[in-house]
């Protein structure tokens, strides 16, 4: 019985070991018919199995699948049981796989190779360790790593090339253009290889190492053994590199490939034989027209506007023809920016649609010149509340006419009932006024023109303003458009020239108008002498009348917008006479281009000139399709592509900087070269304020990883923030992860402008928090000056007194303008006083009403500040000193009555005592 019982036992463990074996030997043609993960999967289920000769038979395919599909889980378990079963059992192979799993844990390279143990290994082991790390995914600069140490060794050299990881090494670094990588190789390894991508690759490391003719006997040898399309054509690149140009068209006689036919012109071109190179490529070199989208923006600039077409291509620019063209059409919806529709609606008439335009736009970025005047516009309409004066004042109009206060109100009632959209009841009670109550001042008379003017009264409202002593400069635009409406537009030149000429109100609209109007009547350049601080106006001024010296003068400062317009113009008028100049601000058009059509004329226009003039070297230099194909760059390593197109940026030579790194971007599939690639696109982008390339170019990351959605994110912000789109800047900047996913330099700035958003939008303690990351990870030295004010005041409000000192003493350091000494050290002032530092508080204020006296109202307010120092301390003689100063200083305003108080109260103190 017992010997029945034996006897099953053992047929049952044969049959379980013949099925385990089955398994693995599944896995064995599942690995081998590519399917890795079912095949790790299959071994990973089975690995129990793997005892004796089944460890020594299926080891390696185990260890291959694991690699293969990427589970460093199963294939840590397995080298965990080979370790502990069999150390010495093919031991360069387990010392391969612990190095894999070292550097997937973060190990550097460095401490993860096994440098000693492998040297005592016999070459067997040697060869082992190098082919098992041919099969695993390892980082470039591991491969870089190992490979150098390896060139150093006689065993491991050997060891590296027999493995086949050399070879290896070499597709991959050719896969990825990694030439760092393939010049290592070359360098150490000589020619070990024979096939024919490996002899291509070999021809290109002996041409970057500028040794031509050794690369064009291996390309002739090339060429030779194996005749077709791409050893012909490194066979006519070598020719080429050698100056031998007459081969290369000999070689290349019948062009096929878009590589040949360039390669073909560039030989031409150094050949002298510039005028051949269209027939070749095809290029058009007829005169081409000018886009529409591009017509609409000249005209603009000239003074000629198409309301249908610059509504459809640019909406901006549309509202500002409407105002520039005393346009009284009405305008629906939300077109053009915000800025300009508030002042549109607000001169309309149409108030309350122009409060909630004018709201929207201070919403958005500060602006230099149309910020103040949105803030002055939005002040006039939104400070009276209309719906509790149209209660008042038609209460008091009706009931108590026979009292002192309706006297009193009938302008402010007037005035309410203007914003209210009822100008005839606003125009009887002003006449009222003026005639029967004596109210007859300019204001008054110019309230009862803007009302005449809502209702299209024109010429009314002309004799009011031409009554008035002393216009005011609304009175002055006003007067202007009421005169063109009347069909006198040299009449509205004329004021409209007086009231620029006295640094007015609304000197982009009465700019605009003055431009618009002189084209009209054939005046001459209304502006001349006359600086108006707007880009358009001043684009405007340089094209319409034809200003070719304005117009270089304000070309480097103005937005891509008005550079555009300006580089047409320029390129055009310096077309016939000076071609060089021309040819810059074709490449100029090229580079500002945002959209396929304007950036195919410009390319189009450059080789146009090309032809008529001979001259093809700005087209070869500035084409992307003569930089991609030229023989020389074929041959640079993408490290050195980046290298050149920062020198080309660093020389204000941002088209051919642009065109090499976006050949470098084409030719690299690193992530780390693409990320550091994408963020110098746009930085180019960025200095030429080309906003729309910019978000086009930052959406060339991907989203595979979080350093690319990161990096990409940051982008989005830095030109969001750009444009102006504050929510849509900081929108982008939230959804950064991870800041150490940025790059080194910009970190520090961009958790200072996250801080000052969370500011901005009341989450001061969020701000905080950000603002002592910065400090401790980064420091303040990246930090711009704005921010560091910002943030040392929210630190000062969140009584974080040492933080607040830290950040305005580095602004301190970084204050450059006058103006920048002087508001970092009031607001260090100010925190020495809250931290109880008086005395120091009390030099640092008169620091600034001493040597900074004509800065205000920061001097007069520090003069106070230190007085209330002073007076706090008890020094009531040193503080009457000084409010009697400030009393002095600011006399007839507010702050100069609070002083005067302050002298009658110590005074009077003082007097006391004594």
């Known amino acids: ?62 260890y291959l699948s694991f690699l293969k599909a990427r589970d460093y889980a199963a294939l840590k378990k397995l080298v965990d049981f080979w370790q502990s079963r069999y150390p010495n059992f093919h031991r360069g192979e387990l010392l391969a796989l612990q190095t894999v799993l070292a550097l997937k844990n973060g190990i550097p390279i460095e401490k993860a190779f096994p440098a000693k143990e492998l040297q005592s290994l016999p070459i067997s082991e040697k060869v082992g360790f190098f082919y098992a790390l041919s099969q695993a995914d390892l980082p470039p600069e591991a491969v870089y790593y190992l490979l150098k140490v390896a060139s150093k060794s006689v065993d491991l050299k050997g060891a590296v090339k027999e493995s086949g990881f050399l070879k290896s090494a070499l597709e991959r670094a050719t896969k990825s253009n990694d030439y760092t990588l393939i010049d290592l190789i070359f360098d150490n390894y000589g020619r070990w290889f024979s096939s024919p991508e490996a002899t291509l690759q070999f021809i290109r490391y002996l041409e970057r190492k500028g040794r031509f003719v050794d ?40 062009p096929s490939t878009p590589q040949e036919r360039y390669l073909i012109a560039w030989t031409y071109f150094k050949m002298g034989k510039a005028r051949l190179i269209p ?20 005209n603009f600039y000239a003074g000629y506007f198409n309301l249908p077409e610059l509504k459809k291509f640019y909406p901006d620019l549309y509202v500002k023809a409407l105002i520039f063209s005393f346009s009284t059409a009405p305008l629906e919806g939300s077109v053009g920016s915000p800025h300009d529709r508030g002042y549109y609606l607000y001169e309309r008439g149409r108030f309350s649609e122009a409060s909630k335009a004018l709201e929207e736009a201070l919403q958005s970025a500060a602006n230099s010149y149309l910020t103040p005047r949105s803030l002055y516009l939005l002040g006039r309409v939104g400070t009276v509340n209309t719906s509790v004066g149209n209660v008042v004042y038609t209460q008091l109009m009706n009931s108590y006419q026979n009292t002192p206060y309706y006297r009193e109100s009938v302008v402010p009632a007037a005035k309410v009932y203007l914003l ?152 055009r008028y310096y077309e016939n006479r000076d071609p060089k100049k021309a040819f810059f601000y074709i490449a100029e058009l090229m580079n500002l281009a945002s959209t396929d059509d304007v950036e195919s004329f410009a390319k189009h226009y450059l080789n146009y000139l090309a032809y008529k003039t001979g001259d093809f070297t700005p087209v070869l230099f500035n084409d992307p399709y003569f930089i991609a194909y030229n023989p020389e760059n074929a041959v640079t390593s993408i490290s050195t592509l980046v290298a050149k197109a920062e020198d080309y ?36 982008d960025l200095k030429q304020k080309n906003y729309s390339r910019a978000l086009k170019d930052a959406s060339l990351l991907p989203e595979e990883s979080q350093k690319d959605r990161d990096l990409k994110n940051y982008l989005l912000f830095r030109t969001y923030l750009a444009m102006g789109r504050l929510v849509d800047a900081y929108s982008a900047a939230q959804k950064v992860k991870d800041v150490d996913n940025l790059p080194e330099g910009v970190r520090a700035s961009f958790l200072a402008k996250l801080a000052r958003y969370y500011k901005l939008t009341g989450n001061k303690e969020r701000a905080v928090e950000l ?29 974080k007194l040492d933080l607040a000192k830290k950040l305005i003493l580095q602004a301190r350091k970084k204050a450059v ?77 507010k702050e100069g009555e609070i002083a005067a108080k302050k002298v009658k109260s110590l005074l009077q103190r003082l007097n006391e005592e004594e």
């Open 215 to 254: 690369a064009l006997v291996e390309a002739q040898k090339l060429y030779k053994r194996y005749p077709n399309q791409r050893t012909r054509l490194e066979l006519a690149r070598a020719y080429y590199l050698n100056g031998k140009y007459d081969r290369v068209l000999k070689l290349l006689k019948n």
């Open 649 to 684: 940026a660093s020389a204000g030579q941002f088209g051919k900087a642009y065109g090499l790194l976006k050949l470098a971007l084409e030719r690299t599939t690193s992530p780390d070269l693409r990320r550091e690639i994408v963020y110098r696109l746009v930085e180019l």
């Open 420 to 571: 209210s959209g009822n100008p005839a009841l606003a125009v009887k009670l002003l006449d009222y006024a003026r005639r029967e109550l004596g109210y007859d001042t300019d204001r008054v008379k110019e309230l009862e023109a803007k009302a005449f003017v809502q209702l299209g009264d024109y010429r009314r409202a002309v004799k009011l303003l031409g009554d008035c002593r002393h216009l005011s400069g609304e009175g002055y635009t006003l007067l202007a458009f009421s005169l063109y409406q009347l069909g006198k537009g040299k009449e509205a030149l004329s004021v409209l020239r007086k009231e620029l000429k006295s640094s007015g109100l609304f000197p982009e609209v009465n700019g605009g108008r003055a431009l618009f109007v002189a084209r009209a009547v054939r005046a001459k350049d209304p502006l001349k002498g006359i600086r108006v601080n707007s880009p358009v106006v001043e684009a405007m001024e340089a094209v319409a009348f034809g200003n070719v010296k304005l117009a270089e003068q304000v070309y480097q400062r103005l937005p891509q917008r008005e550079r555009l317009a300006l580089a047409l113009f320029l390129a």
């Open 1 to 62: 019985m017992k010997k029945g019982i034996s006897t099953g036992l053992v047929a049952l463990l044969l049959s379980a070991s013949a099925a385990f074996a089955s398994d693995l030997n599944l896995g064995v043609k599942l690995y081998r018919d590519g399917l890795y993960s079912l095949a790790a999967k299959t071994f990973k289920e089975n690995m129990e199995t793997l005892e004796g000769k089944e460890f020594t038979k299926f080891y390696r395919v185990a």
């Open 771 to 799: 603002t002592r990351e910065l400090i401790e990870r980064f420091g303040l030295k990246g930090v711009d000056y704005d921010d560091l004010v910002s943030l040392a005041i929210l630190a000062q409000e969140s009584g």
């Open 279 to 298: 027939s070749v490529i095809g290029m058009d070199v007829s005169k081409p027209a000018v886009p529409q989208r591009l017509k609409v923006l000249e």
């Open 817 to 893: 303008k006058p103006e920048q000494v002087v508001e970092s050290t009031f607001w260090k002032a100010a925190i020495e006083a809250q931290q109880g530092d008086i005395d120091d508080a009390i030099i640092d204020y008169l620091k600034i009403a001493y040597d900074y006296s004509k800065y205000e109202p920061w001097a007069s307010t520090a003069l106070y500040r230190a007085a209330q120092l002073f007076e706090q301390k008890g020094d009531y003689r040193q503080a009457l000193k000084l409010y009697e100063k400030v009393a002095k200083l600011k006399r007839g305003t």
